[in-house]
């Protein structure tokens, strides 16, 4: 998805140019400690910098978007038949493709989405519920992309570009329209019919 030409903060850098591999974050998303939404995740300050310096990006080969790797593949991806970077450590995957060439506007608000996972984890916050809650019905994503939505539209970012941005391929439609409405992003209006 590209970025239209909505300013972001001025201090938001990617580095696209990183090969696939781990790297610290900081080192792929330079200057992320300092962007506005950072000062606003819950908690201490220092303590969150400091979560940021110990925590990664694993690149992989390929189109992807952007996760928190899990410690363990959740049942629900494995029955699925999905594959999955795992890891024990703070590790934020992205696909090589997405980091090269995705916008900067969807990169900056998933980045955003995907540290406030790790803090929630931190926080002993259940990720992967499994089968028996809907991925849009998370309390954890609900928060995550909530997140994300009051920063887009702190940088006056209309409901067109947000319904694009959450219109993601993992969730059916009825989960996109309700995930719609729990963050209070206006759903699409409906196609008119032409008259015989």
């Known amino acids: 998805m590209s970025s239209p030409p909505y300013t972001i903060p001025a201090g938001f850098r990617v580095d696209r140019t990183r090969p696939a591999g781990k790297y610290p974050l900081l080192r792929v998303f330079p200057g992320f400690t300092s962007l506005p939404p950072f000062r606003r995740y819950l908690g201490d300050l220092a303590t969150h910098r400091a979560i940021a310096r110990r925590s990664f990006v694993h690149v992989f080969d390929g189109r992807g978007y952007m996760y928190l790797a899990p410690r363990e593949i959740p049942a629900e991806i494995r029955r699925a038949g999905f594959a999955m970077i795992t890891s024990p450590d703070d590790e934020i995957c992205i696909g090589r493709s997405y980091l090269a060439r995705g916008g900067a506007l969807s990169l900056y608000l998933d980045i955003i989405h995907e540290f406030l996972h790790i803090l929630q984890r931190k926080a002993g916050r259940e990720l992967w519920p499994g089968l028996k809650v809907a991925y849009v019905d998370r309390p954890t994503e609900i928060e ?53």
Not at 144 to 168: I, Q, T
């Open 144 to 196: 995550g992309y909530a997140f994300s939505v009051a920063e887009a539209r702190r940088l006056g970012v209309p409901d067109g570009y947000l319904r694009k941005y959450l219109d993601v391929p993992w969730v059916t439609r009825s989960e996109y329209r309700r995930l719609l409405r729990y963050l209070g992003v206006n759903p699409p209006r409906p196609r008119a019919t032409k008259r015989a």
